[in-house]
């Protein structure tokens, strides 16, 4: 329906302005909201296009950068399955773009012909809403988008904006100060020294002033990489006075040293000044470290892990679990399995868990600011390592699941995580979460709350430890495994907390009952 209105407005209305694409957008929106499978729908492609119709160009349609995760706020296309030109069907797969949890497949929202690409496969940090390509319907039109060029506002991503403020780099106000040194009282010897020109440079004052006005150009006014920044830091060479290669002008290692040193006089003149000025920068004169830049979904994580540390109050509670009967029957079941299925230690975990929030469902609970939610289902998020960083999968109501299908959906969510295809519902929400690094050996450890959760149970490795028993040695032998709860202290109270895990450990400890 939304594509029907769009192509209505191009053909019907002679210009299309920008009150119509928010027209266009305001009823894809209304059609989100009354769709009840609205979350698996694919929606966000077809709210970002724009219908347009300029003086000097056919009708076509402008593709945005769309939100392809709910708490996407810019992207970077790794690369276009299409070239300019190329004809594409409807859902035939137009570009991937790395969002801030995955990478995902962008689908064309149109039926027509590739007329231009305006960001190039690699740009970083393109924000939501920002023209990436423009398709035609008719073939014949493709010519007449060669030369096009979008607008500065639209087609550069929002970090170019800062590139006009070079301008403030004209040290006219630096340099104005400079008669002020006579004033002051050190100064004035020089003063009748500083009328001649060549005195004037030596004059010490003028030193301070460049330093000052020297971090705000290489901090935030001029676009260059970290590594760039540091080698011209090292060099003494001023950025200012380097011309950059990179997408939209930024300034690259290979730019600086490029650069003959000679370029940035003001820095090398003070033979006093180069010292403190490098001083502070703490970098390897042998360049025995490698810069490594930063993925959306790092990004994400960073940014989510500090708040999570920051705004909730973190408490931590640590029992031991007996796991030598859950062994047992783990390894019954997967030999009657005859190899169609291996359950892991992990199944019975997230199976257990769920058990037990509906038990103690005070657990199954997340601050809302206003009130506190409840959930009646447990959908657990696992916590999975792949080579981008850290996600959590979810398996939805867990608590309705047997052992073989909760196995089952890890299966399939571990590939897709490895693979960077999961959509945004397989990892977006959840109302508990689970950290195994028992696997890899570690014994004990506590975990971050992945917000907006309360919860999250941080597991370590089975390990063989004696505990007191009633026979003639008065001990026996068992595997025991740490396990350890981080609460949200705001919805979870210390004695919640003790409840749940006495719950947990219970159905760990009696597998059987997993099966009630």
């Not at 008065?474 to 025991?480: A, H, R, Y």
Request: hydrophobic share 45%; glycine share 6%.
């Amino acid at each position: 329906m939304l594509r029907h209105v769009s192509r209505t407005l191009v053909r019907t209305v002679p210009r299309v302005t920008k009150s119509h694409c928010v027209a266009v957008r305001s009823l894809s929106n209304l059609l989100v909201r009354s769709l009840p499978n609205s979350r698996v729908l694919s929606v966000p492609q077809l709210t970002i296009q724009h219908v347009r119709m300029m003086s000097n160009y056919p009708p076509h349609f402008m593709i945005d950068m769309p939100a392809l995760s709910p708490t996407m706020e810019a992207g970077t296309i790794l690369s276009w399955s299409v070239s300019e030109g190329d004809e594409l069907g409807e859902g035939d797969l137009l570009a991937q773009i790395e969002t801030d949890k995955a990478t995902m497949d962008f689908e064309a929202p149109e039926v027509g012909f590739l007329a231009k690409i305006l960001i190039p496969a690699g740009t970083p940090d393109v924000k939501l809403g920002v023209p990436v390509c423009i398709i035609v319907e008719d073939k014949d039109d493709i010519a007449k988008f060669a030369n096009y060029e979008a607008p500065a506002g639209d087609a550069a991503p929002a970090e170019a904006a800062p590139e006009p403020v070079p301008e403030p780099v004209a040290a006219p106000t630096p340099p104005a100060p400079t008669p002020v040194p006579a004033t002051p009282p050190p100064p004035p010897p020089p003063a009748a020294v500083a009328a001649p020109p060549p005195p004037a440079a030596v004059a010490a004052p003028p030193p301070p002033a460049a330093v000052a006005a020297q971090p705000p150009v290489l901090g935030s006014r001029i676009m260059a990489s970290p590594m760039a920044k540091a080698l011209a830091a090292r060099k003494g060479i001023d950025l200012s006075q380097v011309v950059g290669s990179g997408a939209d002008g930024v300034i690259r290692a290979v730019d600086v040293e490029a650069t003959p040193v000679a370029t940035a006089p003001v820095s090398a003149a003070p033979v006093a000044a180069a010292p403190v000025a490098a001083a502070p920068l703490v970098v390897s004169p042998d360049g025995s470290f490698t810069e490594i830049p930063l993925t959306n979904m790092r990004k994400a994580i960073a940014k989510r892990l500090t708040s999570s540390k920051q705004e909730i109050p973190h408490y931590y509670l640590t029992i031991e679990v007996v796991l030598d009967d859950l062994l047992s029957v783990r390894s019954q079941l997967n030999k009657e399995g005859a190899g169609n299925f291996k359950l892991s230690v992990t199944d019975f975990l997230i199976k257990a868990s769920s058990k037990a929030l509906l038990d103690v469902p005070a657990a199954n609970s997340q601050w809302a600011d206003t009130c506190i939610k409840q959930f009646h289902n447990a959908d657990i998020s696992v916590a999975v390592a792949t080579d981008n960083g850290l996600i959590t999968p979810i398996v939805y109501t867990a608590n309705n699941k047997g052992l073989k299908q909760i196995n089952s959906d890890m299966s399939e969510l571990k590939s897709k995580a490895a693979e960077g295809k999961l959509k945004p519902h397989e990892f977006q929400g959840g109302t508990f979460t689970i950290s195994n690094l028992g696997m890899m050996g570690i014994q004990h450890f506590t975990a971050v709350i992945n917000p907006p959760q309360s919860c999250i149970l941080a597991v370590g490795a089975p390990q063989k430890k004696m505990v007191p028993a009633d026979n003639e040695k008065g001990f026996e032998i068992k595997t025991v495994m740490n396990v350890s709860l981080s609460c949200d202290h705001r919805v979870v109270d210390g004695a919640v907390g003790s409840q749940w895990l006495d719950s947990f450990k219970g159905y760990l400890e009696k597998p059987l009952n997993l099966l009630l």
